[in-house]
């Protein structure tokens, strides 16, 4: 199989707050990992691609001091909306990728948040 | 840059109704091409994937699409649909790089 959870299924926190968002690999190895934004009614953005063990590539447009990706382990990588604001409300998608299948993500069930 | 159109935004269809789900992609090398479905409550899944060979592809739950180079189309069809179908389909495009590209999605309403 390939599983990939995220933790929080779905988190509400007030402006001004950071909120860490947990994106595993249940049972592969994922040398890569992608974080993706999905508006209501609307496609998945990507926001940024995260290697194990360097710097995440971001999508322009997307503040990488704003989100914070750290893939720390070849099934972890986390995403961390820092000082969150209103607009930063959305949909939340990691997904993952196995070392054999280069062209195949597999992906999360989603972190909703709602910033207050 | 690549860009990926899904015609139909939302799509009503009675029970045993033959479905097609029309997709474009913006891409002129060699591309992959993927079909998800996202039921109502639940993550994104792999429906059906084309890489190389036969230009029509058999996915799961009597899913298929035919990869058309020339139309740079990838239309995802099903011959009789079920209740058990309403979700929103992602048509996806891969070229190769890391990234993969969604269309907007097509929701899709079986009626019972």
């Known amino acids: 199989g390939a599983v990939v959870s995220q933790h929080p299924s779905w988190v509400i926190c007030k402006s001004g707050t950071s909120v860490k968002i947990e994106c595993r690999s249940l049972?592969?190895?994922?040398?890569?990992m992608f974080w993706y934004r999905q508006f209501p009614k609307q496609s998945l953005m990507l926001m940024a691609t995260?290697?194990?063990?360097?710097?995440?590539?971001?999508e322009q447009g997307v503040e990488k001091d704003k989100f914070l990706i750290n893939h720390a382990s070849l099934t972890l990588s986390t995403l961390t909306v820092t000082s969150a604001h209103p607009e930063d409300s959305s949909f939340y998608i990691c997904?993952?990728?196995?070392?054999?299948?280069?062209?195949?993500?597999?992906f999360g069930p989603g972190t909703r948040l709602l910033v207050l | 840059a690549q860009s990926v159109s899904q015609h139909n935004h939302h799509v009503i269809l009675s029970e045993a109704a033959s479905l097609e789900l029309g997709c474009n992609y913006s891409?002129?090398?060699?591309?992959?091409l993927f079909w998800y479905v996202q039921y109502p409550g639940q993550h994104l899944q792999l429906l059906l994937k084309?890489?190389?060979?036969?230009?029509l592809v058999k996915g799961i739950k009597g899913f298929e699409a035919e990869f058309i180079k020339s139309k740079f189309s990838f239309n995802l069809r099903k011959p009789s649909v079920q209740w058990s179908d309403t979700a929103e389909y992602f048509c996806?495009?891969?070229?190769?790089?890391?990234?993969?590209?969604f269309g907007k999605g097509t929701r899709l309403h079986i009626l019972p």
């Open positions: 997904s993952a990728r196995k070392g054999t299948e280069q062209e195949t993500q597999y």
């Open positions: 049972d592969f190895q994922a040398t890569t």
């Open positions: 995260s290697n194990e063990g360097s710097k995440a590539t971001y």
């Open positions: 891409y002129g090398g060699t591309v992959n």
């Open positions: 084309y890489f190389s060979g036969d230009p």
């Open positions: 996806a495009v891969n070229a190769g790089d890391d990234k993969i590209i």
